[in-house]
């Protein structure tokens, strides 16, 4: 899970889920404490989701919050 | 001709380790390493000045480190540039490749350093100037420093130059059009290597290719499956309890920490923090979950999705660290997960 995907895709991660910042990559403290989990929660969900993928090349999951 | 040297404290004899954070100075003439390149190079060049930095300093104050040297360098005579040797000293190494690699921007000189394969700083500017092929410690003082003075000479006259292998220095990737003495045309050529190769005889390709260190892709686990799983969690954005035990560096990091999380189900303020140098650190102080994500963790758990959450979490921090290190730590703590027999893992960067 990173903010800076193409850094991440030129150093070789085969299974990315994009973030939504450097300094908080899950969770904008901007907003509340329940959005903040919310977005964690779908997130890591999609990240979870990619485990149990198959790929034949390195993939960026679609986050949808 | 005129040249100049970088040292850092320990051998422009400032001092040891603490005294890293000593700024940058220009002394007139030689010191320490300075005395035996001047030996080396003879009538030719002549060192007129050796600049001295603290590795802690230039490690955390890159930028200003750097351009305060390069305006010190301003209006001296110079037509070579040295630093070093770094052998396997991994701060000064960079610090090396920073200032040759300024000091070629600026003044454009020949810039030569030399290092041991194990420094960091070789992958880091092997590419962009001369890093010699040097010793692991100051014993290969001499041998390292002959070593570039030979080869700046030859540079500095204008002298034909061989391939990097040849003249010892870490290849830079270039590509160079020569004429072979005697000539052997390409097709001789590859018949030779083909017979040699038959002949379980060993040969030199003329074109390496470079090595790849892509990771294959794992295969895919089944939803079923990872239900009953552990999953770890790994992070290069420096959360670590508050106190940071392992005193894992806040930049160039060379060390990592793994953390109990079995009973913990959130990272909450005061007891995690991050130490992480190169971002704002405010949100993740606040809530270490933006970084480390264990209580969206902990729901999935409760959901059913995973079987749990491995009972410690990795940390190190991602800034300034090399790649090589960086694969260096990433080889351990999957050793780690591997020895407990776990199969999945979410990194999150920073």
Known sequence: MANLIPVAKTVGVNRLVPTISIPYPLGDPATSKEEQFKLRYHRVGVALDAITTDIKEPQLFKVKI | MKGILYLNQ?????????????????????????????????????????????????????????????????????????????????????????????????????????????????????????????????????????????????????????????????????????????????????????????????????????????????????????SHMEVALITSGGIVPVGNPDRIQSASATKWGKYDISQTDDLVKGEYMTIHAGFDPAAANNDSDVIVPLDAMRRYQKEGKIGGVYKYFFSTVGTGTTQAEAARMGKEIARELKKDGIRAAILTST
């Not at chain 2, 005697?182 to 379980?200: E, F, H, S, Y």
């Open chain 2, 10 to 226: 320990f051998f422009g004899q400032i001092g040891g380790e603490e005294l890293a954070d000593f700024k940058p100075e220009i002394r007139e003439g030689l010191v320490g390493p300075a005395m035996a390149l001047q030996q080396e190079l003879g009538d030719e060049v002549q060192i007129t000045h050796t600049i001295i930095c603290g590795d802690n300093f230039i490690g955390s104050n890159t930028e200003e480190a750097v351009e305060t040297i390069i305006s010190m360098l301003k209006g001296k005579e110079m037509d070579v540039f040295f630093a070093g040797p770094a052998f396997r000293a991994g701060r000064y190494g960079a610090a090396c490749g920073h200032i040759c690699k300024a000091v070629k921007k600026e003044f454009d000189v020949p810039v030569l350093t030399s290092m041991n394969d194990e420094n960091p700083g070789v992958e880091m500017f092997k590419k962009e100037m001369y890093i010699f092929k040097g010793g692991a410690s100051a014993a290969a003082m001499k041998k390292d420093i002959k070593a570039m003075s030979k080869f700046a000479l030859k540079l500095l006259k204008g002298e034909k130059l061989l391939p990097a292998a040849e003249e010892g220095y870490f290849g830079r990737g270039m590509r160079d059009q020569i004429w072979l003495d005697p000539p052997v045309t390409a097709a001789d050529r590859v018949i030779d290597m083909l017979l040699k190769k038959i002949n379980g005889e060993p040969f030199d390709t003329e074109l390496p290719i470079p090595k790849s260190d892509r990771v294959a892709i794992a295969p895919s686990i089944t939803p079923e499956d990872l």
